[in-house]
């Protein structure tokens, strides 16, 4: 493994990445039991894992599966991804356990924003962290072209059909050979079973079929796709498209949403395989016909090509730590509008190749309330795993934050209360922490609390963030300073983690399927967030009736609900409860498999701030890149 020459002060963390030298790729897969046909090489740090990985090492036990959550968080993030980066060098690189991190690609909207990338921090980081903060290997990008493409076959086949005559339309859908014969296209017959029609002859249809099979007729106003793409641009948060004369007046407003808030980036994180990705894909629900009926990607006839343009987005890209223990990286949908965790595929292929003995650690965004619910009760569900162990990671500053302590406000200097040592203000917050322990419990898993420790942590702060962990039942509560030392930091983390994995397990979901979307919802709130009730308004309570009459009702919920607080107020900090939960919409991602209600005023487009993270990013004549973060 990899040694670490730790300095003091710690430099950044482009700096620690850029002064390190990445064995060859090929070395990680070897390590961890790869062949040479079991993976693509994308150059010399990076390479694609192909999926018979799974069915090959099919008979192999799976190893301890491990998920970091946290606490609510500060706008600054509290370490959460170098905690997991750095208890994974633990277990690799100090204590000989063989691990995988399992960690999501970072959308660029943060990286160039505020928040910055994700391989972690110090000398806990994944690395190259500028290719693994940037492109990768382009699975963002291909859900933005397959989530636009899918957009352009809306409204251009809507803007046919309000152009042509029936007869027209299903000619130009299926159009003779040179031998003057007609065939259906595959995706066709699956329209065609679902409209009852059971031919597969163009030809036999009589002429009320092949109006029925032709015409979709969308409603416009109820079309809930939206364009996509991977930066933070407020201003396309609602437009109006087909304003060309070409387009003849069909003029109608939509928006564009960030590229990880696609529902395809839903479906890359919780599919399976290859198979279950297509129909998923295609069973995607982007508007309903003026009569009612959900129209679906496989309507458009659209279903296949956005499977083609996924095909290598579906394979996990494997990476390594600054201690060349192994990464796998796939998947990115943010916790607070989406599932928020890396895919189910790259746990699957890690806990197969790390064994019995070995351990899986993902991670799960923001706060625990959020990404390890969505953990627990979406991605659990379809996966079939369980967890061994779930870790909750705390810091100083944020429980100063929830205790009563001054605004935190990124790219703004931290005020003195959190810099210096205030010990019962951080007693006062320590009811956030407590909570989202108490929360993860109800799930059947033992707790270990990551307290993740910064430079001006007072030993007695650190000792009373111990002491409330434990009392809120965790099994323990460990000082961490992986961000200053790496693996070795971490390595009592480690321990902890590894016996809490021997304990047993009485894994349990929050909620019944069966249960109503309300009394879904309604479980969350009150059983996570602390909720004395929901107000449903007027159009959750429409769509909530639509899905249950459509069959869509016994799907899991994936709340859309600001990380800033257990409430849909983002400035009510510590543990409020009693509060009134307001759903103002609920919408659907059926193929991706859950419905989304959306808690208060939640975006599914960022903005940027005056000064964003670009101000800082360049490349020097070299072609290093400096300022990213």
Excluded at 145 to 160: E, G, K, Q, S, T
Excluded at 360 to 388: H, Q, W
Aim: hydrophobic content about 40%.
């Amino acid at each position: 493994m990899g040694k670490l020459n730790c300095e003091s002060p710690v430099p950044s963390d482009i700096n620690i990445a850029q002064a390190a030298t990445p064995v060859h790729i090929s070395e990680i897969a070897q390590a961890v039991g790869l062949g040479p046909d079991e993976y693509d090489l994308y150059g010399t740090t990076k390479a694609k894992v192909k999926l018979n990985v799974i069915h090959k090492h099919a008979s192999a036990p799976d190893g301890n599966y491990v998920v970091v959550g946290g606490m609510t968080p500060t706008p600054l993030g509290e370490g959460k991804s170098t905690t997991t980066v750095g208890l994974c060098q633990a277990l690799g690189a100090h204590l000989g356990r063989k691990v995988m991190t399992c960690v999501r690609q970072p959308s660029q909207g943060p990286t160039f924003g505020i928040k910055g990338g994700a391989a972690g921090g110090g000398y806990s980081q994944v690395i190259p962290m500028e290719e693994f903060n940037l492109h990768m290997t382009g699975d963002i990008h291909a859900i933005t072209a397959a989530n636009n493409l899918l957009a352009a076959a809306i409204d251009v086949r809507m803007f046919h059909e309000n152009t042509q005559s029936d007869t027209a339309l299903f000619n130009r859908l299926c159009p003779p050979n040179k031998a003057g014969k007609r065939n259906f296209a595959p995706v066709m017959l699956k329209r065609l079973k679902n409209l009852g029609i059971d031919k597969d002859d163009p030809d036999s249809l009589t002429t009320e079929e092949k109006a029925r099979f032709a015409r979709v007729d969308i409603d416009p106003s109820t079309i809930t796709w939206k364009r996509v793409m991977d930066v933070n641009d407020r201003f396309l948060r609602q437009i109006t498209v087909g304003q060309a004369p070409t387009e003849k007046g069909m003029t109608r407003e939509t928006g564009f949403d960030i590229a990880v808030a696609s529902e395809i980036m839903a479906v890359l994180a919780l599919t399976t395989d290859l198979a279950d990705m297509r129909s998923r894909l295609g069973n995607m629900v982007v508007a309903n016909s003026k009569q009612g009926a959900p129209v679906t990607a496989d309507d458009l006839g659209v279903g296949g090509a956005l499977t083609v343009l996924m095909k290598d987005a579906i394979e996990p890209t494997l990476m390594q730590t600054l201690e060349e223990t192994p990464v796998l990286v796939h998947a990115g949908p943010f916790a607070n509008i989406a599932p928020g965790n890396s895919s189910i595929i790259a746990d699957r292929i890690g806990l197969k190749l790390v064994g019995k003995d070995g351990f899986v650690v993902t991670e799960a965004g923001f706060g625990a309330d959020i990404g390890l619910e969505k953990f627990m009760n979406i991605k659990c569900r379809y996966s079939g795993l369980k967890p061994s162990c779930a870790v909750i990671v705390a810091t100083v500053r944020a429980l100063k934050m929830h205790g009563g302590g001054p605004t935190v406000t990124a790219g703004r200097p931290l005020d003195h209360a959190y810099t210096n040592e205030d010990t019962a203000l951080v007693k006062a917050g320590c009811c956030n922490l407590a909570r989202h322990v108490a929360n993860t419990r109800k799930y059947g898993v033992p707790v270990v609390v990551a307290i993740n420790k910064f430079a001006t942590d007072a030993d007695a702060e650190l000792a009373a963030v111990r002491e409330a962990a434990l009392q809120a039942g965790a099994v323990d509560a460990v000082v961490c300073e992986h961000h200053a030392f790496g693996g070795a930091g971490a390595a009592k983390l480690g321990e902890a983690v590894i016996s809490a994995c021997k304990q047993q397990v009485d894994f349990k979901f929050l909620y019944d399927l069966k249960q109503s979307i309300k009394a879904k919802i309604e479980s969350i709130a009150k059983d996570v967030y602390g909720a004395a009730s929901v107000e449903y308004l007027p159009q959750a309570e429409k769509q909530i009736d639509l899905y249950t009459r459509m069959g869509f009702d016994g799907l899991p919920i994936c709340m859309a609900k600001t990380q800033y607080s257990f409430s849909a107020d983002a400035s009510a900090k510590g543990a409020p409860s009693g509060f009134v939960l307001p759903i103002r919409d609920v919408r659907a991602s059926v193929g991706a498999g859950f419905l989304y209600p959306l808690v208060g005023d939640m975006m599914m487009m960022p903005g940027l701030p005056t000064r964003p993270g670009f101000f800082e990013i360049d490349i020097d004549s070299d072609g290093h890149i400096v300022g990213l973060s």
